[in-house]
């Protein structure tokens, strides 16, 4: 006996049958419910509008990423910690191949569903940067740290995912996340990348200009003597 879909599932694939038969624009909501086999209300108890059903399951990954980064411990490394939930969020996309590479080909062709996108993006980036910018705060340069991060992690997690969508999702999608992803931590975390304290200052130029005759016992007392008026630098 085959099991009956729950009802959210059934609207999300009655929604794509018909985008994918009829276009976007052109199927409505309640062609979306009648197909589904259920009411309006029911619609709309489980998605706000016909933009959400297209991203039925980017609330949760956003709540998975949150309580994710809320119990980091202090001793975690914020680039490797907001990498990791970058990855959560690439979960989501593997559990389900062919529905993510249906969506990504849909958002490709409808403004309206990439603008859509576009804010849901924007809501992972926020999440990493208020994180980062917790870890940074003691920082001078804190909050400018984080959002260059969260948007660095995020651009990587979104080339190696669409990589791995416009391959019709061959391959394996970690290892492409990976390798853009590995790029943000040896960026940040690489010599000199996390140096808490201000820069180093080079090493102090001394010209002295003297006779081609002056003996070197005296060139050395007038560098030391010139160094001795300029004290110590900070």
């Known amino acids: 006996m085959t099991t009956k879909p729950p009802m959210r599932d059934a609207l999300v694939a009655a929604a794509f049958q018909l985008f994918l038969e009829r276009g976007y624009e052109a199927a409505t ?10 009411g309006r209300r029911s619609f ?25 980064l809320e119990a980091s411990a202090d001793g975690d490394d914020p680039v490797a910690r907001v990498c990791d939930a970058a ?12 529905f993510s590479v249906q969506r990504y080909r849909l958002t490709k062709q409808v403004p309206g569903l990439r603008a859509y996108e576009l804010s849901v993006v924007w809501r992972y980036e926020r999440a990493l940067a208020d994180y980062l910018g917790a870890r940074y705060a003691d920082r001078p340069d804190g909050k400018l740290r984080a959002d260059v991060i969260a ?42 990348a996390t140096r808490q304290g201000p820069p180093e200052t080079e090493d102090d130029v ?18 030391e003597a010139g160094l001795a008026e300029e004290g110590p630098s900070t």
Do not use: C, Q
């Open 29 to 38: 909501i309640d062609d979306i419910v009648a197909l589904a086999g259920v």
């Open 151 to 192: 948007a660095a992690v995020v651009a990587a997690h979104n080339n190696g995912l669409r990589t791995w969508l416009r391959s019709g999702a061959e391959g394996d999608a970690g290892a492409a996340v990976d390798h853009a992803l590995e790029f943000v931590r040896a960026a940040w975390n690489g010599e000199g």
């Open 44 to 68: 709309f108890r489980y998605f706000p509008s016909k933009e959400d059903v297209v991203f039925p399951d980017h609330e949760r990954a956003l709540a998975d990423m949150t309580r994710f």
């Open 206 to 223: 001394v010209i002295v200009i003297t006779k081609r005759r002056t003996p070197m016992w005296r060139v050395v007392r007038e560098i």
């Open 87 to 98: 990855r959560l969020v690439l979960g989501m996309y593997a559990e389900n191949p062919t």
